[in-house]
């Protein structure tokens, strides 16, 4: 069963009960290397003078090496459609398309910073950057930038900038059930970690871990205090960079994981 714990746009912890540690591992890496997301990776330059509307004249050679920019603008994180295809597995062939490809634009004159908000999405103008404030590059007088770029989804297996999560960490679920006769401060830990309380008798107060407080961990040594640990019940949490939602990439995990598992058993009996 699985139970969500704290759920954010771009965080979530969650639990799930009745698995082995080889399937809470391979959930882990569904989320790290098998999510769909749009990431830049085509990249022309528009080299040359240009002139503004005054007649000033700019140069849109750019003080860094192609590559360097082309490699910065691959990383910045992207609003992502899922209902998007795959370049290679689209109906145009690869060649490029609306329904596989997303175009952007920079159009930007010095002097200032070019950011990420000024990466224009042409064919879509919702899968814009998630972050409008990462600097790209810092122009200076009669310095411009003019580029078009290419979109298209990916999976963090192929390449770091088409990984959607980060911080994906599991744990086991664990209780801490204290003695209140033995241990005589217990009532601290029932003040500062209240959302971790189980249970509470005239004997004992029971404390879990899936809701974090720091001051848990001083229990592991105390006197008084038994851990218990199930093998069974694994607490995840994960973060995104903003191109999907937290839930979503759960959503697409727990379908993704069947086809996986079918996908291995096929390359077996083959």
């Not at 969650?14 to 830049?40: C, E, H, Q, V, Y």
């Not at 795959?86 to 950011?115: A, E, H, W």
């Not at 770091?160 to 217990?186: C, I, L, P």
Request: hydrophobic share 35%.
């Amino acid at each position: 069963m699985l139970k969500i714990i704290e759920l954010k746009d771009n965080f979530i912890r969650f639990s799930i009960d009745g698995i082995t540690p080889g399937m809470a591992n391979s959930i882990r890496r569904t989320l790290i290397n098998d999510i769909p997301k749009l990431a830049i990776e085509n990249v022309i330059f528009h080299h040359g003078e240009i002139r503004d509307a005054d007649g000033n004249v700019y140069d849109s050679s750019l003080p860094l090496f192609d590559e360097v920019l082309a490699s910065r603008l691959g990383l910045i994180p992207l609003k992502t459609d899922l209902s998007m295809n795959f370049r290679d597995q689209c109906t145009c062939g690869g060649k490029g398309c609306d329904l596989c490809t997303v175009t952007y634009s920079i159009n930007k004159l010095g002097p200032g910073t070019v950011y990420s908000s000024d990466i224009m999405p042409v064919n879509n103008p919702d899968l814009k950057p998630t972050d409008p404030l990462i600097p790209i590059i810092e122009l200076k007088k009669s310095q411009a930038m003019l580029v078009t770029c290419e979109a298209i989804l990916g999976r963090g297996a192929e390449h770091a900038k088409w990984q959607a999560t980060s911080g994906v960490s599991y744990k086991y679920h664990r209780n801490f059930h204290v003695n209140k006769e033995v241990m005589d401060n217990w009532e601290f830990y029932k003040q500062t970690c209240p959302k971790s309380i189980v249970s509470e008798n005239e004997n004992t107060i029971v404390f879990t871990d899936d809701i974090p407080c720091s001051y848990l961990s001083q229990l592991m040594e105390r006197d008084g205090v038994v851990v218990e640990e199930d093998e069974n019940n694994f607490i995840f949490k994960f973060e995104t960079d903003g191109s999907l939602s937290a839930v979503d990439v759960l959503k697409y995990a727990l379908k993704r994981l069947p086809e996986r598992f079918t996908s291995l058993m096929e390359s077996l009996s083959d």
